[in-house]
C-alpha cells in the first residue's frame, strides 16, 4: 500500500511540475491565464489512505497588465469580456487584441481567426458576422452651410455697394475668405464682401474666381447695441463650372457683432469636403472602428463585439489563446464595450500574461520537493520490504 501512495504522490507532483513548467512558459504570452492544480486525497475504505489524485485545474481569469505598443490594432479589454472570433466555422473566444487586417479587410489575429462584430450600417443586437473593413473611400460631400461670426467695426464710413471694384479696398467694408466643396469635391474660393450702407445697417454678397463683381447681395442689421437684430441667414449659389452640381450654402452669422472695435473673423466652420481614402483605423472606448481618410474626415466602419460567460472558469482552453464554450461555462452574452457588464476596449496596448513569476518559481521548488520527497518514500518502503524478506 505504502509503494501506491508514494507513487501516486509521484504522479500528482510530475502533474504540479507541467502546470508550473507551463504557466511560466506561457510568461510572455498576451492574453494568457495561468492555471493551478488541485488536489484531492484518496481513501476508498482505507484507514489511513490511498494517496493523492489531481482533483482538478482551475485557471485563474484575473486581468493581466496593459503593455503599451502604440500599435493601432493591438487591443485590450479593460474590465470584462473577451473577443468574439470565428476560426474554421467555430466560435471561439480570447483576450489576446493582437490583430491585424488582410487584403480583403477583416481583421484576423496570428492564427488566422476573425474578430466578429457589427459592420457599417449593421445595428448592435443582431448576429455578430465577421468584420470586414470596406475598401471603398468616403464620397466628397457638398457645402450646404457655413457656420461664421464675425466683429464688423461700426467706426468704418459708409459705401456704396454700387461702386464695387474689387480691386479698390475703398469701395468696400471688409473681405473675407472661404472654401466651399462642390459636389464633384472639387475646393471653391469663395469671397465674402461686407458694405457698410447705414449706422446699423449693412449687406453682404460673395464674389467667385472669374467674377467681375459681387454676387446675392443681401441685408444684415443690427441692434444698437451691435447685436444682430434677427437671426440672420443668407443663402448663395454659383455655378463651379467643373460638371459639378449648382453649389448652393447658407451662410449662417449668428454672432455676429457690430462693435467699435477692429474687423475680426470670431470663427468660420463649412460642412463640406473632398472625396478621401482611408488612411488609418482607430479603435475608440465603445468598440468603434474609426477610418480616418486622407481628407481628415472620419467615418464609424463597424464595431467590435463582445462575450461574457456566466462561468469562465467552465471555459475550455484549446490553444492559440483562444477559449471554447461548453456546459460548464455556459452560452455566451454577446454586447458591445462599455455596455452593461462589458469592459472598455483600449487601443495601442495589449493585455499580457497575469502569470506571476515569482510565484510560479515558488511553485516549481514546492512541486520539486513534493516528488523528491515521494521518490525517497519509494526507496525507503524498498528498504524496509528488503529487510522483511532477509529475515530468517
Known sequence: MSFS??????RVSAESLNVVSNNIANARTVGFKSTSIRFADVYSDSRVG???KVGGLVQNFGAGNQETTNRNL???ISGNGFFRLTQNDQTVYSRNG???MTKDGHLINAQGAKLTGYNRGVAPGTAPEAIRIPADGIQAQPTSNVDAAFNLDARVDEVDPN???PDDPTTYSYVSNVSVYDSLGTRQDVRIFFFKTGENDWQAGIMIDGDDDVRDLQDVEFNADGTLSAATVLSFNFDPGTGANEVEFELDLTGTTQFANNFEVSSMVQNGYTSGSLLRLNVNEQGQIMGTYTNDQQQVLGTLALASFQNNEGLRAIGNNVWSETADSGSPIIGIPGQAQFGQIASGVVEASNVDLNQELVDLIIAQRNYQANAQSIRTQDEVLQTTVNLR
Not at 5 to 10: E, F, N, P, Y
Request: without cysteine.
Open 163 to 165: 461702386n464695387f471694384d
Open 98 to 100: 493582437q490583430f491585424s
Open 50 to 52: 490511498m494517496g493523492v
Open 74 to 76: 493591438d487591443l485590450a
Open 5 to 10: 501512495q508514494a507513487l501516486s504522490g509521484l
